[in-house]
């Protein structure tokens, strides 16, 4: 082989290379990044073991899980959802609006009169047996002696809300009744959102039970937006009984396509039963976990859909499983104070979200896998 001939190959091997690189450099390039709402793997752990945060793809929003242990002992209540709503009502500056079925916590309390001294407007909302119960008032009484107007309702149902407003750009909400039990005894959830359209809503409806008494039947629907859009989210959200939330809830579930899990700690609406057993039969799988009280009487539709050969639980938590969630297909959740009961639907105060959002729902599928394996075959 002579010189030129050589330096032929050698040149073309470079040019090879080169090519080769540029070809490597290119598909880096054009490789997809992950999405800014992809669910976040490797998450905080909570700090305590008390409450499970999830990271907030979304921006708007921060959900909690409480990870209750058993036997439980004084020793582990730290970090636990009542330090989270503290902190989110330390930031009030001008009011801080809660309706709650029950309160007990220190912390929260305490947040409530601080805000008060720094010149926000307090107002609280209960049930009204709750307020008048000796055992259940004394947080109460002590807001009320403070000087904040605390308005008890509903005495032939229950109010059964668990929402704060802060500033009206704000609302708390979930399963969590705001006590010692419920924090780290119970399987709960909560909600922080950043919206001023939810506050809006949440606004609306604590005036009517607030201001002019309405509560349960009582309260007509209207000024709230039920279907809104945050951050690309579709959000819906209702409140009962005017909203008529059972039929809600029953459209989201006929959608399904592929897998409904669900938390309930009380489900004795037939109607809610059906829809699960019809798209049972469709080829979707359901799955559920039933809080173990009541859940074998006659008004439970845990029997019914254990005799259909459906995967229902009892649930392993030796308290309570405090949840009312749905999970749709991976993608929707339904979850707040609505227990999928015919009194939530036609007496109570409640109140509901559906959220179409992946993260969110694989947040909450991932609670589903934790306590769907501590339960009860």
């Not at 409480?66 to 636990?80: L, N, S, V």
């Not at 926000?120 to 009320?144: G, H």
């Not at 109607?271 to 008004?299: M, N, P, W």
Request: hydrophobic residues 40%.
């Amino acid at each position: 082989m002579n010189f030129a001939t050589k330096m032929l190959l050698i040149s073309l091997v470079v040019l090879l290379a080169i090519c080769l690189v540029g070809a490597v450099i290119t598909i880096i390039v054009l490789l997809p990044s992950a999405p800014a709402n992809a669910p976040v793997s490797n998450l905080p752990p909570a700090s305590s073991g008390n409450v499970t945060p999830i990271a907030n793809p979304s921006v708007w929003y921060q959900i909690y899980f409480t990870t209750p242990k058993f036997p439980d002992r004084e020793a582990d209540h730290r970090g636990g959802l009542d330090e989270k709503l503290t902190a989110f009502i330390n930031t009030a500056q001008t009011s801080v609006d809660m309706a709650i079925y029950q309160l007990d916590l220190p912390n929260v309390t305490q947040a409530l009169l601080d805000a008060k001294k720094r010149g926000a407007t307090v107002r609280v909302v209960t049930d009204i047996d709750i307020l008048e119960d000796k055992k259940e008032n004394p947080s109460f009484l002590q807001l009320q002696k403070a000087g904040i107007k605390v308005v008890g309702g509903n005495p032939n149902a229950i109010m059964h809300d668990k929402f704060v407003v802060v500033d009206g750009k704000a609302v708390w909400s979930g399963s969590w009744n705001f006590t010692t039990n419920d924090t780290y005894r119970y399987n709960n959830n909560g909600i922080l959102m950043q919206s001023s359209e939810l506050a809006r809503n949440y606004t609306v409806t604590f005036e009517k039970m607030f201001n002019h008494g309405l509560f349960g039947r009582g309260r007509k629907p209207g000024g709230t937006t039920a279907l809104l859009t945050l951050g690309g989210v579709t959000v819906e959200n209702y409140f009962a009984p005017e909203d008529k939330v059972a039929e809600k809830i029953i459209a989201r579930l006929k959608q399904a396509a592929r897998t409904i899990d669900f938390m309930a700690f009380s489900f004795t609406d037939d109607a809610i039963g059906d829809v699960l057993l019809a798209r049972a039969k469709g080829g979707v799988q359901v799955r559920g976990v039933f809080e173990t009280t009541g859940s074998e009487t006659q008004y439970s539709e845990y029997p019914r859909l254990k005799r259909a050969n459906l995967d229902v639980r009892q649930d392993g938590n030796g308290y309570l499983m405090h949840h009312k969630v749905f999970i749709v297909d991976g993608k929707t959740v339904v979850l707040g104070s609505f227990n999928f009961s015919q009194n939530a639907e036609t007496e109570n105060d409640e109140n509901l979200l559906i959220i179409d959002d992946i993260p969110l729902a694989a947040a909450f599928t991932e609670e589903f896998a934790r306590v769907y394996g501590q339960a009860k075959k």
